[in-house]
């Protein structure tokens, strides 16, 4: 999503996941949320619950929509990359928000 407003452009993507292993040796799932902004490039890495957290408080102070479901009708875990495709349309539908998702992480 690209939003233009007084000649600053931002684009929000999720292009790609990664894992990282702690010191237990427990493996876990990073999203890499990319920011173009201002023509430099930013990125975070996110875990899913940290999205989570953010939308329960974006929620409380702006109409959001529903945060897209860990789980399919079945209540089999999604395959990662329909998961990163999912996040990645919520976050992009959220920058229309004036980037309070990009302020917030």
């Known amino acids: 999503m690209v939003l233009q407003e007084d000649f600053l452009m931002i684009q929000v993507s999720i292009p790609s996941m990664e894992r990282e292993v702690d010191e237990s040796g427990k493996s876990r799932k990073l999203?890499?949320?990319?920011?173009?902004?201002?023509?430099?490039?930013?990125?975070?890495?996110?875990?899913?619950?940290?999205?989570q957290t953010l939308h329960r408080k974006l929620r409380k102070i702006i109409q959001t929509p529903d945060f897209p479901s860990k789980r399919n009708p079945h209540l089999r875990t999604k395959p990662l990359e329909q998961r990163r495709q999912e996040l990645e349309d919520y976050i992009q539908m959220k920058t229309c928000h004036r980037c309070c998702w990009t302020s917030s992480m």
């Open 31 to 51: 999203f890499r949320v990319e920011v173009l902004f201002n023509e430099r490039k930013h990125y975070v890495l996110r875990r899913s619950s940290e999205f």
